[in-house]
């Protein structure tokens, strides 16, 4: 390992010891008795916002279906190699969080662990924890979301230590896919430390064929749509330079950024030819999320990338969530009509041409 490597305390490199021994297989080496052949093919990805199946401390906060209805309307369109969410919140079953003991509008979501079944029913694969409610209710219950996810084959990550490293596989090819989360909390990746960033995926970077950061950041709200050009702050709280930060990732290796965080869909850049999603805006979120205005309008990201990670295609479908229910699709095309005006906006020479139908396409790639 080089020296940034050895500086990071990796406790999983999630889902490969079953499969292979796969940061040490060189390209086209096939796995001995397996017939299995790194030899990277292109890639589908879906990627969706903050999720939230319900939460036991608030009234009616659980939904009465046991929450089988939540994913059903947009099933078609959470297919993929991988299919990756944040997760807002906790599994627990019982207890208090000392989280809001002392502070005004504050939430601390408690979601059962039976309910977790119904993001394995709905395809999701990966989860990332780098957020600022995975600590809701302590270390204790971090853990146990983190095992209990495990147990439903939901590999989560960014939490310190926690970097997934996905082998997918076609027949006997193999693509190693690499999963980075980030946030402005200590429990996790801390995006507020723009070096520690940096060196975590610069170590990363040699052990895989694509690379995604992900990352939870920003200002929250009806009114966080822009994506401004400097530092964000809620209240007293940092949460982030993230076009900085974004850029400085890509520098290090990143194929791609994913970001949520600010309840609302944000617009879309490309840097170096990569694309960075600044925000995805609420997917699922059953209680305690408000749906007012923009904050009701999501997607569900599917980018497809090449063996070594370059850019081939993405599509943000439109899609709105209601109050108390799942996402369902939107014939109105709210959603896209907003990413359209948002990159337009913030990102005039840098930003994504979004396609009526959702299809993003490099600014470089239009002829004028």
């Known amino acids: 390992m080089t ?64 929450g089988r209805r939540l994913f059903r309307s947009v099933a078609p369109f959470l297919s993929g190699d991988l299919v990756v969410g944040n997760f807002e919140g906790v599994l627990s079953d019982s207890g208090d969080s000392d989280k809001c003991a002392t502070k005004a509008h504050c939430y601390a979501f408690a979601t059962p662990t039976w309910l977790a079944t119904r993001l394995r029913e709905a395809g999701f694969t990966h989860l990332n924890l780098a957020n600022n409610h995975a600590n809701d209710y302590g270390p204790d219950w971090r853990q146990h979301t983190e095992a209990a996810l495990r147990e439903l084959g939901i590999v989560p990550y960014g939490p310190l230590g926690e970097v997934a490293i996905a082998p997918v596989r076609r027949g006997e090819r193999l693509t190693l896919v690499g999963l980075v989360g980030f946030t402005t909390y200590p429990h996790a990746y801390n995006l507020l430390d723009l070096s520690q960033s940096v060196a975590i995926v610069d170590s990363v970077r040699p052990l895989v064929d694509v690379l995604v950061v992900t990352f939870h950041g920003g200002v929250e709200g009806e009114g966080a749509t822009r994506t401004p050009a400097g530092a964000e702050r809620l209240g007293k709280e940092a949460r982030g330079n993230l076009r900085r930060w974004a850029h400085a990732m890509i520098d290090a290796g990143a194929d791609a950024v994913v970001g949520h965080g600010p309840h609302v869909l944000r617009g879309v850049e490309f840097y170096r030819d990569k694309p960075i999603f600044y925000s995805l805006g609420n997917f699922a979120t059953y209680r305690g999320f408000s749906l007012v205005g923009p904050m009701a309008l999501t997607t569900a990201l599917e980018l497809n990338l090449d063996g070594t990670g370059h850019y081939l295609s993405a599509r943000i479908p439109a899609l709105r969530q209601r109050w108390r229910t799942g996402p369902i699709p939107d014939t109105t095309g709210a959603a896209i009509r907003l990413v359209q005006e948002l990159t337009r906006l913030d990102f005039p020479e840098s930003g994504a041409r979004i396609a009526d139908d959702g299809s993003v396409v490099p600014p470089s790639s239009v002829v004028p």
């Open 3 to 66: 020296g940034p490597q050895r500086a990071i305390r990796w406790r999983h490199l999630a889902g490969l010891a079953a499969l292979i021994a796969a940061p040490t297989m060189a390209l086209g080496q096939a796995e001995p008795g397996t017939g299995v052949v790194h030899d990277p093919f292109p890639v589908r990805l879906v990627f969706v916002g903050d999720l939230n199946l319900g939460t036991r401390t608030l009234p009616d906060g659980l939904p009465p279906d046991s």
